[in-house]
């Protein structure tokens, strides 16, 4: 199976905050955790391992839960498992009193979804090389000012020379050499040239004799002899420029990869959505259903008047009944033109008769039905068993996977014999790669990276905090702890000496805070160094608990000394513990998650253990449990005997290991899912989104329609170009993300001015081709048609702007070639067909063709014409368009961006 598992470098969080936006800040999101009654992580309140975090009714308070499980990150669901109902945890012994049907009293979910992502860092910048190697001229003879010395000058082939005298295989030219002379430094005078390389060997004695005789001896110069230096030089530096574009391309492929897991468990089951029909469907479900609602009309000929829509014999046919509103279909075939559907199964509701008092057609549960008037609904492929799809499902981040589901105790009180609920998701990621080789690699390779994607500020215990941006500036405070903050919203200034400071709120003592000025220099990081972050041994004792012995666990549950603990409990313990009451429990967990410097230092735990999931027997998981129950007496071995069906039913590793990669003892690396988003969440004070390019750019109806080049072009873009003719929002918006990423094109500056330029230049994203003839670019109507490659009638309407950033001239089309790879000059026009090719020659225009301004040394980089002119919106115009056509439009827009995104 070909793997088409996409890298990331970018994780999120599963739910936005309570105000609905996303979180700019780790640490609301671990105070909000604080609020779950007990799955923390990494210890639950029974002192035993927890590798996930829990989202429950109190973290409400805190998430926008009700709008659906977000997935992290790009990746693909590899497995999973969805309730048709929930099972019930209520024991068999009081259940048995209750009526068989009915919901169950007290629901659980045994429903999860499991991601498979790849984190790889981006790669370095890799400049394309020359694409021709330069032309070496191989002159002659060369001119030395000596016998065998140094050159000084050349002699191209076929010059004829007067000779003087004869030494050691060289002769002095007699004079002057010719004019054809090439010199090194200036012209030498009586300059001497290998004998060997004339169309005679002159010897001394004929050289005297014709002196004598007042006779002039001549040669002419026949042998190859040395190359030009300036075009060996010139050579040279081509083969070092090929070798450095080998090595970067070799970086990039050698780049440090995870596989890693996120694990949503305990999703609603398929009644939840049935029970509520205007809850959005997740992405992924992939069996398409068709329900009779608003849109089915038609009626039945008698009172009372039934309302659905009408079933035919074939599209357009004899009616063989009526699918009444409520009923929900399946559809196996589609007409020629995919207006009309056979009914292959009736899921629920029926068929109405169209007369009174006649019968449905026997046709009728198979017939044709009219789609556009039923609404589409997803399913999954199936309900109450562990599937893993033969072709992984792609999911993107932020896709909507599920909703909370339940997970209600089997001893949960009931309140008039009603159904209880315990609304939760478990939330847990891992990898079973070699995570401490893989963070090592992230730190050697962080060195490749250019400075603007080292993004993160590092502050460190001792750090002083000043009250001015400047080097003399009042030390108002000491920073205690290491602390990492994201560079996109700190506030920056320059002082005189042009150093860089930002403005912070950092800790400065136990529950204290302070904010004022850092110096930038030296303290700027990536994600890629993994600050903060420490893999710790959570393997022993079994199960990763502080007890070991049951009878030494029940004596201090009675109130004895305190059991043996582990290396990882320990460590814990000594963060934990503040107030140094030898405790550790939720308690402790919530304050920590409170605090400023605890949270994160619980965020960086990276912990060795085996995944809860993994119940190959009880005997062998949980064993301990039973003995330490059995002291305990009558009471908690019942208690133990309710749970155990439970936890039996919500294992899956074993079933699915093999077949997705995961290893079969199930010990793997679990991280903090907020402490990993922390490190390598998006920028989202400059995220790009559907609904805000709608809200700035005033864009609301279809992009790329064409629309703006008049009714003609409209039709001929539709017709030449369906796979970009309005082309899917949100895919847009996915594409246009990825390529920004791959193109480093990162700063909220750099992607404000590069969204301003795009929208002009594709006439507000109407399209991506000009809408003029090109006529204009053709050689004799341009004058600049020739230098950029225009040498032929035609080239101009062939060669014309194509893309978001319109790729103009054939020169330009050229270059885009040599860095893709594809041939894009014998076929232009796939960059206007092709919505990937669209953007990404954009960010490739923007970041190696621009105008080059060696005051800033862009080089035609606008990246760092940006960087150097952030409100020059005239000067980045002039880069991406050659003038300033546009320019008020352009200008207005990177104000609207600014203003939305705040930027300073």
């Known amino acids: 199976m070909m793997d088409t598992l996409k890298p990331t470098s970018r994780i999120g969080h599963p739910f936005k905050n309570k105000e609905g936006k996303a979180f700019t800040d780790p640490m609301p999101a671990y105070a909000g955790l604080a609020l779950a009654n007990g799955g923390h992580y990494p210890l639950g309140t029974n002192g035993l391992f927890h590798g996930g975090i829990h989202f429950s009714a109190a973290t409400a308070n805190a998430f926008d839960q009700g709008d659906g499980v977000r997935c992290l990150a790009d990746g693909e669901i590899v497995a999973y498992r969805l309730d048709s109902q929930y099972p019930d945890a209520t024991p068999a012994t009081e259940k048995s009193s209750q009526p068989p049907q009915g919901p169950a009293l007290r629901p659980y979910s045994t429903g999860f979804v499991l991601v498979r992502h790849r984190l790889q860092p981006p790669a370095p910048p890799v400049t394309p090389p020359p694409s021709e190697a330069p032309t070496i001229t191989r002159y002659g003879a060369r001119l030395a ?83 030009d230096p300036g075009q060996v030089r010139a050579m040279q530096d081509f083969q070092a420029a090929q070798a450095e574009y080998r090595r970067q391309c070799e970086a990039a492929v050698a780049r440090p990869t995870l596989t890693f897991y996120s694990l949503y468990m305990h999703l609603a089951d398929g009644a939840s959505y049935a029970t509520y029909p205007e809850r959005p469907r997740p992405v992924w479900w992939n069996k398409l259903r068709y329900r009779a609602g608003a849109k089915s009309r038609d009626l039945t000929a008698y009172t009372p008047r039934l309302v659905g829509l009408n079933i035919r014999q074939q599209p357009k046919g004899e009616k063989l009944g009526l699918l009444t509103r409520g009923s929900c279909i399946e559809v196996d075939e589609h007409s020629s033109d995919r207006k009309w559907g056979r009914i292959s199964r009736i899921v629920e509701g029926n068929i109405a008769p169209l007369q009174a008092n006649a019968q449905v057609s026997t046709e009728a549960p198979n017939g044709w039905v009219f789609l556009k008037e039923l609404e589409e609904e997803r399913e999954p492929e199936g309900y109450d068993r562990i599937i893993c799809p033969r072709e992984p499902i792609p999911v993107a981040a932020g896709a909507l996977l599920g909703h909370l589901g339940e997970d209600t105790a089997w001893h949960a009180p009931l309140a008039a014999n009603r159904t209880a609920s315990s609304p939760l998701l478990h939330l847990e990621v891992f990898s079973a790669d070699d995570v401490p080789r893989f963070i090592d690699a992230c730190r050697q390779w962080e060195r490749h990276l250019p400075e603007n994607q080292h993004n993160l500020l590092a502050l460190n215990t001792g750090d002083e905090l000043r009250g001015e941006p400047k080097a003399d500036g009042e030390v108002i405070a000491t920073l205690q702890g290491p602390q990492t903050l994201p560079l996109s919203g700190l506030k920056s200034h320059k002082d005189e000496a042009g150093k860089a400071w930002r403005q912070v709120k950092a800790r400065t003592g136990p529950g204290t805070t302070a904010t004022g000025w850092v110096e930038e220099t030296g303290r700027r990081c990536s994600p890629w160094r993994w600050r903060g972050f420490q893999v710790l041994d959570a393997t022993s004792p079994p199960g990763g608990s502080w007890w070991e012995d049951a009878n030494e666990f029940v004596n201090y549950l009675r109130g004895g000394p305190r059991p043996k603990e582990s290396e990882f409990v320990k460590r814990l313990r000594g963060w934990l ?48 449990l039973d003995k330490v129950a059995a002291l305990l007496g009558p009471l908690a071995q019942r208690n133990l005997e309710a749970e155990k069906p439970r936890v039996s039913k919500l294992q899956w590793w074993t079933e699915v290991a093999l077949q997705v990669g995961l290893p079969q003892d199930a010990r793997v690396y679990h991280f903090h899912p907020v402490g990993l988003a922390g490190c390598f969440q998006k920028d989202s004070c400059c995220e790009i989104t559907v609904e805000f390019l709608e809200e700035v750019l005033g864009k609301t109806g279809d992009w790329f329609t064409g629309k703006g080049g008049g009714k003609r072009f409209e039709e001929n873009y539709k017709d030449n170009y369906p796979d970009v003719y309005k082309f899917n929002k949100g895919k847009f918006v996915e594409l246009l993300n990825l390529a920004l990423e791959r193109y480093s094109i990162s700063s909220c500056d750099q992607k404000a001015h590069f969204l301003s330029q795009c929208f002009h230049e594709s006439a507000h994203f109407e399209s991506t ?34 893309g978001l950033i319109q790729l103009t001239w054939k020169n330009n089309y050229k270059r885009y070639s040599e860095h893709r790879g594809i041939d894009f000059v014998s076929s232009p026009e796939l960059i206007a067909s092709n919505m990937y090719n669209s953007i990404d020659a954009s960010c490739w225009y923007w970041r190696h063709n621009g105008a080059i301004y060696k005051k800033h ?14 409100e020059n919106v005239g000067l980045i115009t002039l880069a991406v368009n050659g003038g300033n056509r546009g320019l008020r439009e352009r200008e207005l827009l990177f104000s609207k961006i600014k203003q939305k995104w705040n930027l300073k």
């Open 145 to 227: 000012a000596r016998p065998g010395g140094p050159s000084v000058g050349w002699l191209p082939l076929g010059t004829e020379v007067a000779m003087a005298e004869e030494r050691d295989g060289w002769v002095r030219v007699a004079g002057m050499p010719p004019e054809q002379t090439r010199w090194l430094n200036g012209p030498v005078a009586n300059a001497w040239l290998p004998v060997n390389a004339l169309d005679s060997n002159p010897s001394g004695f004929g050289l005297k004799l014709a002196s004598l005789t007042g006779q002039t001896v001549y040669g002419k110069v026949t042998v190859p002899c040395t190359p």
């Open 857 to 870: 040394n862009a080089k035609g980089d606008i990246n760092k014409l940006v960087d150097a002119e952030k």
């Open 769 to 802: 081709i000009e809408f003029a003839s090109g006529n204009q670019y053709n050689p004799g109507v341009h004058p600049d048609a020739i230098k950029n490659g225009n040498t032929e009638m035609g080239d101009g309407p062939k060669f014309k702007g194509k």
């Open 577 to 624: 513990d503040t107030n140094k009451d030898g405790k550790l429990d939720e308690t402790e967990l919530d304050n920590a998650l409170r605090d400023q410097l605890l949270a994160p230092l619980l965020g960086g735990v990276i912990a060795y253990h085996e995944s809860e999931w993994h119940v190959p027997s009880w005997e062998s998981k949980y064993g301990m």
